[in-house]
């Protein structure tokens, strides 16, 4: 990575005000002395601006977040395998020889964040919702030979409805990963529509939502004893990874 030009990183999304990448990475950038890096939030109400974005030419690495991690791969040059195998990118890498590659680094943040919590003594994993985030959940699950079933508001040939979920389904299943924005900051009082009297000190729940810090879905698993954990963790790993994909083009 040069250092004798300003290099410009980002995030593209919609409404990500909030986001967390942009003061991470300006508080990284100050840490490591890297006054030659800037990082930006892109907020594009539109697919069309997010291609526009990509295919600007003064961008050297961009993140994308919800909604838009599975509609990029039309302009991109490639994608690597594990994005291709996942069906969604949150990563893009623009190369010396010009190219825009889309990785996929929330695999390896929610991975390693998810086992720095929780011991894997589980065969069943309920996966809520069924965006872009969820798809490399069920990869890393998948990838351990556990076995997932998402979860969301309307059936379909992958997913059961949150009624569908009955006391023996929820025994079953003693991981569950909320990736839908249910209980993000301001609206704090929102929660999966699950039944939470049916968990245990068995069952573990994770939550990709970092604000806030304990979230309604994971204060009432704790009423009931499941362990706990947020995305926090997650973005950073994520993040770091990212980054490291960046410096090495």
Known sequence: ME???????????????????????????KRENLPH????????AEVEEVHQTILRNDINGLNV?????????PVLDELS?????IGAVNTIVY???????????????????????????AEKALILGTGGASKAVEYVLKQRGIQTQFVS?????KSIRYEDLSPARM????????????????????APAIDYSALTPNHFLFDLIY??????????????????????????HQAEASWALWTAS
Not at 65 to 73: G, S, W
Not at 153 to 157: G, I, N, T, W
Not at 223 to 232: C, I, K, S
Request: net charge negative.
């Open 153 to 157: 508001r309307k059936a379909s040939e």
């Open 211 to 236: 604000n806030p810090e304990e979230t309604r879905f994971l204060q009432l698993g704790k009423a009931q004893g499941a362990g706990t954990a947020n995305g926090q963790n997650m973005l950073v």
């Open 81 to 85: 395998p594990v994005a291709a195998e």
């Open 65 to 73: 977040t919800i909604p838009y991690k599975e509609v990029v791969a």
């Open 95 to 121: 190369t010396k020889t010009g190219k825009r590659i889309g990785h996929n680094t929330d695999a390896y943040g929610f991975e390693k964040s998810l086992f720095e919590h929780w011991n894997g003594e």
């Open 3 to 29: 250092n004798d030009k300003k290099l410009k990183f980002g995030l593209l999304g919609k409404e990500i005000d909030y986001s967390f990448s942009r003061g991470y990475f300006a508080e990284k950038f």
């Open 171 to 190: 025994a079953e299943h003693q991981l569950i990963v909320n990736c839908t924005p249910l209980g993000t900051f301001p609206d704090v009082d929102a």
């Open 37 to 44: 890096c800037q990082y930006d939030n892109y907020d594009c």
